[in-house]
């Protein structure tokens, strides 16, 4: 997997500033151009002039990581629609996660959570400061048809991190069998099936990357994903987890919040959200017929 083209998103907060930090390193492991924008619905008033001093951090950063980075056009005052321009066409978009709120986020959702509902391409939400290169990505799993695109995206960012594939079983099922009094035994014996089923579908991505075999894992839970994320985060210590995004709007996703949301707003690590659609719109990572894909919003 090789980026081209990346796109950063700062209001010079030190939040944001972190955030052009790391996307100038992915830029720099990928040889990526990168193009760095001012973006902010709360302009900051000592800021007099924000495009001079975008240039002058787009010469500071191809300077320190020996990468052409170039800063782009003039912020519109619209965070989220600045956002979603500048990522048309691009490999990544790399943002922090705004966390300042008013009246109107609140009705409307945070800027970033908009961003992850409208991009096209792959939203790294950084919320560490970048101390080197991911160690450690922990990739969460299912079945569905978008496959093995997320699992190549995400192991190609970081080509040296060790790979931990996460898939968290749906406890639905089992629920309605304990509801129409199944026993013990079949409840047990739907439990093996189901893991046996999932081991056996997470083995073909386990073994894909040839030169990592020895430091891709499996691991398989049960239970809500964001939250056994979070929970299988603080487990292995990993420095960023990637997970899938369905971009679609749906009333029960707006009450509950997305998968990639809330874990988004649950873990202290960086989170690569990946569009189930981006391998189709780009047709160059198409997923072969056999394969799986991140966990969906």
Same mark, same amino acid.
């Given at each position: ?67 052409? /980075? &170039? ?5 519109? @005052?619209?965070? !989220?629609?600045? $956002?979603?321009?500048?990522? %048309?066409? =691009?490999? #990544? ?46 990739? /969460? &799993? ?5 496959? @093995?695109?997320? !699992?190549?995206? $995400?192991?190609?960012?970081? %080509?040296? =991190?060790? #790979? ?65 994320? %979070? ?67």
């Amino acid at each position: 997997m090789h980026l081209q083209t990346i796109v950063a998103l700062t209001d010079f907060s030190a939040a944001a500033e972190q955030a052009l930090d790391r996307a100038a390193m992915v830029a720099a492991s990928h040889h990526a151009r990168l193009r760095i924008f001012y973006g902010t619905d709360r302009p900051d008033p000592k800021f007099t002039d924000p495009h001079a001093r975008l240039e002058q951090r787009a010469r500071q950063l191809a300077r320190r990581h020996d990468i052409a /980075a &170039v800063a782009g056009g003039r912020g519109t @005052g619209d965070v !989220v629609a600045d $956002a979603l321009a500048a990522a %048309a066409g =691009a490999d #990544l978009l790399v943002m922090d996660r705004r966390t300042h709120c008013s009246w109107m986020h609140l009705l409307r959702s945070s800027p970033w959570a908009r961003v992850l509902r409208g991009s096209r391409c792959p939203v790294l939400i950084v919320q560490n400061t970048p101390e080197g290169a991911y160690q450690h990505v922990l990739i /969460a &799993v299912d079945f569905s048809e978008a496959a @093995g695109a997320l !699992v190549r995206y $995400a192991g190609g960012l970081q %080509a040296e =991190a060790r #790979l931990e594939l996460y898939h968290a079983i749906d406890r639905r099922d089992e629920a309605r069998l304990r509801s129409a009094e199944a026993s013990m035994q079949a409840i047990q014996t739907y439990r093996a099936e189901v893991r046996e089923h999932a081991r056996r579908k997470m083995l073909p991505l386990a073994t894909a990357f040839d030169t990592r075999r020895n430091r891709v894992a499996t691991v398989i839970g049960a239970g809500d994903p964001a939250r056994q994320l %979070a929970v299988q985060h603080e487990a292995s210590g990993a420095d960023l987890i990637a997970v899938g995004h369905t971009r679609r709007w749906t009333a029960m996703g707006w009450l509950m919040g997305s998968v990639a949301v809330r874990l988004v707003g649950g873990v202290q690590c960086d989170v690569l959200v990946f569009p189930r659609g981006y391998a189709l719109q780009q047709g160059r990572m198409a997923a072969p017929k056999r394969t799986v894909s991140g966990v969906s919003a």
